[in-house]
């Protein structure tokens, strides 16, 4: 399958195959040789139970000091309706961390007690597993508004608007401010890329390659602060306390994150136009795993799609106007009980994800209904049904990511690791410019096997903020080299939950891409994201830039 997948590629013209493209090639005929993600969960699984019964066996530990929650008072609450327990006074809106140190061993999986989990936690592990929830929520929303054409019609309006060179940008664009929505980026900005490519006839899985750079690869860029930035800089502070230092706020590196969305729009889109599209040749629509959903969509009479437009356009407004009354009035629901915030750990940045669903089905139920597609309820329950029946797939490979993540984090295998190597690093003895790249490349493997923000964070920051600021480097500083470590690979590793959904997202428009495939599609990408990110913290601190408004890049 793989060989077949490269040998159909589009030849250079001039018959000869650069040193990149054979290499791509090498990585995609590799990683197609990787099994049905599936069974390679599977493996890994197996994989993890073994090794961790090894480790224990060989009293394998590392003590470390770690950001923890702090615990905070709850009250069981007993709701007849919903026959189950609740817990008042809990919240992840306000998370606040303490340093403690903590003896971490790794704990073998063949032990009574790993046995226990491995029997007892398997229907626990895939409920609480948000990525799923995630899904289910943000699809219903995108297959209302698909089922309906309004996607299309988006589509055919942005192609009409926009020229053709700058649509590749505007995707990369949206997909670095979808940071502020959860995940929805994944599963709503990615496929749109693709139909909106292949719209204008250009090569679909380009398009995904530009939303999935944007979303994934720039993650921790942004032109506004994230709720995941507030959990973050909430644990630097915490470090920062170790060393008896003043607090950051959450804008500490804004001017550095701000330039990094608008450098790293750019590169992507350089290397998508450049790289991605050239290598993938032209399309073929018989490449396609699904035809009805690769196809461009069929033309609607343009009368009956503008007023399509202006219903959900009207029904939009609508949204965000209950969204507005319950967010802007003092004492607003979706504002901070306590400090009447509306940007960080909030009811408003909490609802994003669903917020974001009703601006797609609320309008696609309002198009369908202008155009004749949903004549009764029973049409739109129908479409997000039939979003929902495509998901089978998808549904069981979540299952099994969950469990293996769910038998890693119990083993603690990733934080013996992650710890390790900080503390290598850490007492390397090395200057400060040299020790922020190692640093920076450390984030970088790590990230192959903890894609999670946070959980690294917790690791480091406690070891390499006190570090930094003993030579002269400021905490905003350290927390600006991990933004740079963080995202990029997050495109190439299979750990990432969502790294399967793009694969299958893919094959609807190229039935043989496999994980390989994707790999070397987003493998420039991450690269050079990678060096121009980096090359662009080394010039800043250089320079001497403020990475904030009152937050120098250096002390002193």
Same mark, same amino acid.
């Given at each position: 399958?793989?060989?077949?997948?490269?040998?159909?590629?589009?030849?250079?013209?001039?018959?000869?195959?650069?040193?990149?493209?054979?290499?791509?090639?090498?990585?995609?005929?590799?990683?197609?040789?990787?099994?049905?993600?599936?069974?390679?969960?599977?493996?890994?699984?197996?994989?993890?139970?073994?090794?961790?019964?090894?480790?224990?066996?060989?009293?394998?530990?590392?003590?470390?000091?770690?950001?923890?929650?702090?615990?905070?008072?709850?009250?069981?609450?007993?709701?007849?309706?919903?026959?189950?327990?609740?817990?008042?006074?809990?919240?992840?809106?306000?998370?606040?961390?303490?340093?403690?140190? $903590?003896?971490?061993?790794?704990?073998?999986?063949?032990?009574?007690?790993?046995?226990?989990?491995? &029997?007892?936690?398997?229907?626990?592990?895939? $409920?609480?597993?948000?990525?799923?929830?995630?899904?289910?929520?943000?699809?219903?929303?995108?297959?209302?508004?698909?089922?309906?054409?309004?996607?299309?019609?988006?589509?055919?309006?942005?192609?009409?608007?926009?020229?053709?060179?700058?649509?590749?940008?505007?995707?990369?664009?949206?997909?670095?401010?979808?940071?502020?929505?959860?995940?929805?980026?994944?599963?709503?900005?990615?496929?749109?890329?693709?139909?909106?490519?292949?719209?204008?006839?250009?090569?679909?899985?380009?398009?995904?390659?530009?939303?999935?750079?944007?979303?994934?690869?720039?993650?921790?860029?942004?032109?506004?602060?994230?709720?995941?930035?507030?959990?973050?800089?909430?644990?630097?502070?915490?470090?920062?306390?170790?060393?008896?230092?003043?607090?950051?706020?959450?804008?500490?590196?804004?001017?550095?994150?701000?330039?990094?969305?608008?450098?790293?729009?750019?590169?992507?889109? &350089?290397?998508?136009?450049?790289?991605?599209?050239?290598?993938?040749?032209?399309?073929?629509?018989?490449?396609?795993?699904?035809?009805?959903?690769?196809?461009?969509?069929?033309?609607?009479?343009?009368?009956?799609?503008?007023?399509?437009?202006?219903?959900?356009?009207?029904?939009?407004?609508?949204?965000?106007?209950?969204?507005?009354?319950?967010?802007?009035?003092?004492?607003?629901?979706?504002?901070?009980?306590?400090?009447?915030?509306?940007?960080?750990?909030?009811?408003?940045?909490?609802?994003?994800?669903?917020?974001?669903?009703?601006?797609? &089905?609320?309008?696609?139920?309002?198009?369908?209904?202008?155009?004749?597609?949903?004549?009764?309820?029973?049409?739109?329950?129908?479409?997000?049904?039939?979003?929902?029946?495509?998901?089978?797939?998808?549904?069981?490979?979540?299952?099994?990511?969950?469990?293996?993540?769910?038998?890693?984090?119990?083993?603690?295998?990733?934080?013996?690791?992650?710890?390790?190597?900080?503390?290598?690093?850490?007492?390397?003895?090395?200057?400060?410019?040299?020790?922020?790249?190692?640093?920076?490349?450390?984030?970088?493997?790590?990230?192959?096997?903890?894609?999670?923000?946070?959980?690294?964070?917790?690791?480091?920051?406690?070891?390499?903020?006190?570090?930094?600021?003993?030579?002269?480097?400021?905490?905003?500083?350290?927390?600006?080299?991990?933004?740079?470590?963080?995202?990029?690979?997050?495109?190439?590793?299979?750990?990432?939950?969502?790294?399967?959904?793009?694969?299958?997202?893919?094959?609807?428009?190229?039935?043989?891409?496999?994980?390989?495939?994707?790999?070397?599609?987003?493998?420039?990408?991450?690269?050079?994201?990678?060096?121009?990110?980096?090359?662009?913290?080394?010039?800043?601190?250089?320079?001497?830039?403020?990475?904030?408004?009152?937050?120098?890049?250096?002390?002193?």
């Amino acid at each position: 399958m793989a060989a077949e997948a490269v040998a159909n590629k589009k030849p250079p013209a001039d018959g000869q195959s650069s040193l990149m493209d054979k290499l791509l090639d090498a990585v995609e005929r590799i990683g197609n040789k990787v099994p049905h993600p599936v069974l390679m969960f599977s493996y890994l699984i197996v994989g993890v139970i073994l090794l961790s019964a090894i480790l224990a066996l060989l009293n394998v530990s590392v003590t470390e000091e770690i950001a923890v929650p702090v615990p905070v008072s709850a009250t069981p609450d007993f709701y007849e309706d919903l026959a189950q327990y609740t817990l008042s006074g809990t919240s992840n809106q306000d998370i606040h961390f303490e340093i403690q140190e $903590q003896t971490i061993p790794v704990k073998s999986l063949l032990s009574i007690d790993g046995i226990r989990f491995l &029997f007892t936690s398997f229907v626990v592990n895939f $409920q609480g597993f948000g990525a799923l929830a995630v899904t289910l929520i943000a699809m219903m929303g995108a297959g209302a508004a698909e089922v309906a054409g309004l996607m299309a019609a988006l589509i055919r309006k942005l192609v009409k608007v926009a020229p053709r060179s700058l649509i590749v940008y505007l995707i990369v664009l949206v997909g670095v401010l979808s940071s502020v929505a959860s995940d929805a980026g994944y599963l709503i900005l990615i496929p749109l890329g693709a139909a909106a490519f292949l719209a204008v006839g250009r090569h679909p899985v380009a398009g995904l390659a530009a939303g999935f750079g944007g979303v994934a690869a720039a993650f921790m860029a942004n032109l506004v602060p994230t709720p995941t930035d507030a959990m973050l800089f909430e644990i630097t502070n915490e470090a920062i306390g170790l060393v008896g230092g003043t607090s950051i706020s959450i804008t500490a590196d804004y001017f550095f994150q701000a330039a990094s969305a608008i450098l790293l729009t750019v590169v992507i889109g &350089f290397v998508i136009v450049h790289v991605v599209e050239p290598r993938l040749g032209k399309y073929d629509p018989a490449d396609a795993g699904e035809p009805e959903q690769a196809a461009a969509a069929d033309e609607v009479d343009p009368e009956l799609e503008a007023r399509g437009l202006r219903r959900a356009g009207l029904a939009f407004l609508v949204v965000i106007g209950v969204v507005l009354l319950a967010t802007l009035p003092p004492g607003a629901p979706l504002r901070d009980p306590e400090t009447g915030a509306i940007i960080g750990q909030t009811p408003f940045m909490s609802s994003m994800l669903f917020i974001v669903m009703l601006c797609f &089905f609320v309008p696609g139920v309002a198009y369908g209904s202008a155009i004749g597609k949903y004549n009764s309820a029973n049409d739109v329950i129908a479409a997000v049904v039939k979003t929902f029946a495509g998901l089978g797939g998808l549904i069981f490979m979540l299952l099994m990511i969950s469990q293996f993540i769910a038998y890693f984090n119990y083993s603690n295998i990733p934080s013996v690791i992650a710890t390790a190597l900080a503390d290598w690093l850490g007492h390397a003895g090395i200057p400060a410019i040299p020790l922020l790249i190692g640093f920076i490349l450390v984030i970088v493997v790590l990230d192959f096997i903890i894609p999670g923000t946070l959980a690294k964070w917790a690791i480091f920051a406690p070891i390499f903020v006190p570090l930094f600021i003993r030579l002269g480097v400021p905490a905003q500083t350290v927390f600006a080299a991990y933004r740079v470590g963080d995202s990029p690979v997050n495109t190439l590793t299979p750990l990432m939950v969502y790294f399967p959904v793009i694969v299958i997202f893919a094959q609807r428009y190229q039935k043989k891409s496999g994980v390989g495939s994707l790999v070397a599609l987003m493998l420039p990408i991450a690269a050079v994201v990678l060096v121009a990110w980096l090359a662009m913290f080394i010039l800043w601190f250089i320079l001497g830039i403020p990475l904030g408004p009152g937050y120098p890049v250096r002390i002193g």
